[in-house]
């Protein structure tokens, strides 16, 4: 399901698209807000042709202008047949944040989240500063000026894996505790990290 975020200053509109020979159809929509409450927009006539653009507006709750709107779609004949599947987005409104793209001075907010863009940019823009990723078993890559990491997790039942081994790799704790390259990962993160490019631990981790 894609999400996007859209801030007070920006139009509240998003755009379809209907593909198909579908004349005198209507495009049925409707918006659901965290409330649970939901408003039935206007029918949209598609109209002769077989691709059909639009825009539609979903700020129909006045009084709860923000948060996270669910719009669903779907395609009818003037019978009431349904002719489409249900379509549907995630749109989250907020304020325009005042440090965006960067730390917020002094916010105590942290969250609990996956490691996607789509994630920590809504996060980053309610003021967030830091994460705890979620432990899900995997491995996620940072690139910074100096210095690139890996935090590798497993599950209590994954399968044998030996921490990688290259050169200028190293490998610690959770509490910077040094770990022998080549030895097994067990169940608890390591950090596998080289005074260079992120590339470099990509190569060993691929090998």
Sequence with gaps: MPALVQFDDELPLIRFCISGNIPDAVLKVKVVNLYGEEKSLPNVAIGDGFIHYGMLRYNVFPDKPYGAFRIEA????????????????????????????????????????????????????????????????GTYLFDGKDRSVAVLSAKYNHAEFKIPQGDDIHASDLFGNPIALGTILGDTIVYLWANKGIEAIESILQN
């Excluded at 440090?99 to 940019?121: C, E, L, Q």
Aim: glycine share 6%.
């Design 74 to 137: 779907h395609v009818k004949k003037p019978n009431g047949e349904r002719i489409s599947p249900y379509y549907e987005i995630i749109v989250h409104r907020l304020h325009r944040p005042h440090y965006w793209m960067k730390d917020a001075p002094n916010s105590p907010f942290g969250i609990h989240t996956n490691s996607t863009v789509r994630h920590i940019m809504m996060a980053k823009a309610v003021g967030v500063n830091w994460t705890r990723l979620h432990d899900a078993g």
